[in-house]
């Protein structure tokens, strides 16, 4: 009996492999080993000929929110929202790039940026209640220019974002970058990555008389990666807001990506502060990843009011410490079904905000999905006083559909 | 006593051996496939079968900086994926994404490349010397090879798959590979029965890797997914260091 066991055993694990495995053919007759043709090369400029390229998107969206505010009160909020984008992608050569990217919008809203953690991005306008559209819109419209292989040169509305953390961001010493216009040079100094924007945006750095060349927003950053390591430095200054200097580590720690990050800054007024933001993100799982977890905490000397601003203008002494988690996974792939979790937590006043969501894929071009959010804290504190929601609810479930599609076409020819 | 403690010097002096002689032979298999003193670049096409889904073509340029661990991919084909690229630079991985915003996005270079049955390791230096041990071999005849077949544990947590088998022929070439979990579970196959040599190196003419957990069951068989991939267009002229930055891949983004 145990022999029959053994070999029903043996039998089924040998089916199994002879099942899985099938490149024993390509060995019965291979192909002799030989010298490679050398007579050709790829090129590092895939875009070397003239080419113009037309792309149009839609993103068709309807949400319904319901949900209670702080007092009890219940408000619920149907929203529809629609969004063409369209413009060109235009090559002369290897050298030179011509890109323009435009939009139209209802109901009109200031911004075209999703937010990863946040249902309500972007702003919903509820105000605009009868059927208007934005006038064209640019989102970008820059000139590229490579100078050989030595400098490649951005010139116009261009978007762009530095530092590390993905919840909380202060090392992004080009925020704002995407409202103005900006030069930006890119150039590689031996094994060192060197990047140089200059940024015009006047209502980003309250300049009133704009036309001066110091209300430009001066930043640069220097980037090295090694085996393990990637480290960074960077520095921004604007004469009428102050100055900022910026540094990161990036490592691996038993599969997790780990990275430490501490941004110094001065305003005009002589105020300083520190903050300082550490993360981790870890996949688990072998090839289905069954779990993504990011991890940020940040300690700022900022304030509630300063975090988020171009210069901080009040130094708290560290005690605004905040935590944010998130989480998905991809072990319901299989349904086309992609949950997360995401908490945001302030210690310096104890409130926070947390989101479940789940988004379904399965039809073609819809999007299906469902977010349920709380916002917790005392009257007045971080998350209640800057509710992401406009109606201020604080409890809330989201659903919504989108439906969307992208057409590009090259030289006229889809 | 003193004659258990001579039998664990034996024991430890052994397994300091096996441990450098297994250093050793990983590191001539690296060697064949690695560009330690040039650059290389290189064009690779690839087909991926998903059974009852069809077959996806792709040509890639690859551009790689050994020494530094630095790596470039770039699509060429098909035309709507044209300049979306990958900088691999050492464990640092960073994919190049225009939608909805301009951003780049650190992946994990175990992560499967472009929904192939290829994983993004696949297109680096070969490391089996600093990232395996041998844990066991024996001789099997592969095909018309007479092969020298290495199980491979990993050293540490920083590789695409736990274990690894390797059928190795007499002049140090890997000519099948098989990719398992830490559990064991076989995760994939991959067939390299012919190479082209190149500059004293030698590149593999076609590449076949049979994925054992993706695939489809039609009438009532289980179809593994396929993909093949070639690589043509060699060369060791040296590349401009602008190549391996982000400003690269956003300059080639559509």
Known sequence: ?414 | MRFMLLICGFLLAGGAFAQSDSKAILAKIDAQASFLDSDFSTEIVMTTTKPGEGVTERTIALFRRDREEKYVRLRLKPDSDKGKGYLNIGNNLWLYETVPTRHFTVTSAKDRFQNSNARNSDFTRSTFAEDYKIVSQSKEKLGPFDTTVLNLEAIHDDVTFARTKLWITPDNLVRKKEDYSLSGQLLRTSAMPSYQEFKGRFIPKKVTIIDALMGKTLNGVFRNEVTEYSMGKLSTDPLPSLIFTQSYLEKNSQ
């Open chain 1, 1 to 414: 009996m145990r022999l029959f066991g053994a070999a029903l055993l043996w039998a089924v694990i040998a089916g199994s492999t002879w099942a899985q495995d099938s490149t024993d053919s390509l060995f019965t007759n291979p192909e002799p080993d030989s010298k490679a043709d050398t007579t050709q090369k790829v090129s590092i400029d895939p875009f070397n000929g003239r080419s113009i390229n037309f792309f149009e998107s839609l993103d068709v969206q309807g949400y319904y929110i319901s949900g209670y505010r702080q007092d009890g009160t219940l408000v619920n909020t149907p929203v529809d929202a629609l969004n063409f984008g369209f413009g060109t992608d235009m090559r002369l050569d290897k050298t030179a790039r011509a890109y323009a990217s435009l939009y139209i919008s209802y109901p009109t809203q200031n911004t075209t940026n999703t937010y990863l953690y946040n249902p309500y991005q972007p702003e919903i306008n509820l105000t605009n209640s009868t059927l208007s559209f934005s006038e064209i819109l640019v989102k970008e419209l820059f000139l590229d220019y490579s100078l050989g292989d030595a400098a490649i040169f951005r010139l116009g509305r261009q978007t762009l974002s530095w530092g590390q953390g993905k919840i909380f961001n202060p090392g992004n010493l080009v925020q704002g970058i995407e409202n103005g216009i900006a030069a930006k040079m890119a150039a590689a100094l031996g094994p060192v990555n060197l990047t140089v924007v200059a940024i015009k945006n006047d209502s980003q750095y309250n300049i009133t008389n704009g036309l001066a060349l110091d209300s430009l927003g001066d930043a640069l950053l220097l980037e090295y990666s090694a085996k393990m390591f990637s480290l960074g430095a960077s520095g921004f200054y604007n004469s009428n807001v102050g100055g900022k200097l910026d540094g990161y580590v990036k490592t691996s720690v038993l599969g997790a990506d780990v990275f430490v990050e501490t941004l110094w800054e001065r305003g005009t007024a002589g105020q300083m502060s520190t903050t300082g933001v550490a993360g981790l993100y870890r996949e688990f799982g072998d090839d289905t990843k069954w779990l993504k977890l990011q991890t940020e905490w940040l300690v700022s000397g900022e304030g509630s009011t300063g975090s988020f601003a171009v210069v901080s203008n009040e130094n708290l002494g560290f005690s605004d410490q905040s935590l944010g988690v998130a989480a998905s996974t991809e072990a319901l792939n299989f349904m086309s079904v992609k949950p997360s979790v995401a908490w945001l937590q302030s210690f310096a006043d104890g409130s926070g905000q947390v989101i479940f969501g789940i988004v379904s894929t399965a039809l073609p071009h819809i999007d299906l999905s469902m977010a349920l959010t709380s916002v917790y804290g005392a009257t007045g504190s971080r998350y209640i006083a800057n509710n992401p929601d406009s109606e201020d609810r604080v409890w809330s479930l989201t659903l919504k559909a989108s439906f969307n599609f992208d057409i590009k076409s090259s030289d006229g020819k889809s």
